[in-house]
C-alpha cells in the first residue's frame, strides 16, 4: 500500500531560525494535504496542493508540491515559540464507497527555543 | 468556526470490555471518519463514512469495530472487546469532499488497563 515518509522526524531550532520538513510518497498523488499537530491536540488542516510543481504560502510558511507529484515540501521561515508541533503530510486516496482516506506521514517534530 | 466534539475526553476501560466513543461532525458534512494515534505515532486511518454505510476500512478495523450514525448527528465508534494494543488516540473527523480538508475533533484518549 501508499506509504508517506516524512524527514526529519525531530528538529529543534532556535527561534527565528529557518525550518523544513521533507516529505516523500511511494506512489504519485492526486493531491496533498498539510496537517499541524500542537503537543496534546489533534491534526489542524493547513493547506491543500493540487497541481504539479505549484506553491502556496500562508504568510511564514511556504509549501511546495513536486513535478511528479510524490513529494512535498514545507518551509517555515524565521520561526516562533507558537510554531511548535508536529507537521503531517497526508495523501488522500478515493475509496469506492465514496470519499477518501489519507494516508498520513510520519510527521516531524518541531520545537522550538528562545 | 465550525466543530466536531468527541466525548468523552479520556476514557478509562478493563481489557474485554466494551467502549463506545462518541462524535458530532459538522452538520453540513458529508464525509465522517475514525482515525487513532498512537502515543508518539503518526495518524491512521480507521474507517470511512459515507451515506449511512462504510465506504472503506483498514485492516485495525475487525469484527471488533463498529460504527453507527444512529440519528442524523452523532457518529459512533464502538469496540466490543477491548485490548491492551487499543490504547490510543481516537479522532474524529469530517469533510465536505476529497478536495477539501479534513476537520479533526479534540480526540478521545482510550486507556486499556
Known amino acids: 500500500g501508499q506509504q508517506v515518509m516524512q524527514i526529519p522526524q525531530y528538529q529543534h531550532v532556535q527561534e527565528g531560525e529557518d525550518f523544513t520538513t521533507y516529505c516523500n510518497s511511494s506512489?504519485?498523488?492526486?493531491?496533498i494535504q498539510w496537517y499541524k499537530q500542537r503537543p496534546g491536540g489533534h491534526p489542524v488542516f493547513l493547506i491543500q496542493?493540487?497541481?504539479?510543481?505549484e506553491v502556496k504560502k500562508q504568510k511564514r510558511l511556504t509549501f511546495q508540491f513536486g513535478e511528479a507529484k510524490k513529494n512535498s515540501s514545507l518551509h517555515i521561515t524565521a520561526t516562533q515559540t507558537t510554531d511548535v508541533g508536529t507537521y503531517f503530510c497526508a495523501g488522500p486516496v478515493w475509496v469506492t464507497g465514496g470519499g477518501n482516506k489519507l494516508t498520513f506521514g510520519t510527521g516531524t517534530q518541531l520545537k522550538v527555543e528562545l | 468556526e465550525p466543530e466536531v466534539t468527541q466525548t468523552p475526553s479520556h476514557q478509562v476501560t478493563q481489557m474485554g470490555q466494551e467502549v463506545i466513543l462518541r462524535c458530532v461532525p459538522i452538520s453540513n458534512h458529508l464525509y465522517f471518519y475514525w482515525y487513532r494515534q498512537i502515543l508518539g505515532q503518526k495518524v491512521e486511518f480507521l474507517v470511512s463514512f459515507y451515506n449511512n454505510e462504510i465506504s472503506e476500512k483498514s485492516e485495525i478495523f475487525d469484527d471488533q469495530f463498529s460504527v453507527e450514525r444512529p440519528d442524523g448527528s452523532n457518529f459512533t465508534l464502538k469496540i466490543r472487546s477491548t485490548k491492551l494494543e487499543d490504547s490510543a488516540m481516537y479522532f474524529c473527523a469530517s469533510s465536505t469532499g476529497f478536495y477539501y480538508g479534513y476537520t479533526f475533533g479534540s480526540g478521545t484518549r482510550l486507556t486499556v488497563v
Open positions: 506512489t504519485t498523488l492526486s493531491n
Open positions: 496542493l493540487v497541481k504539479s510543481g
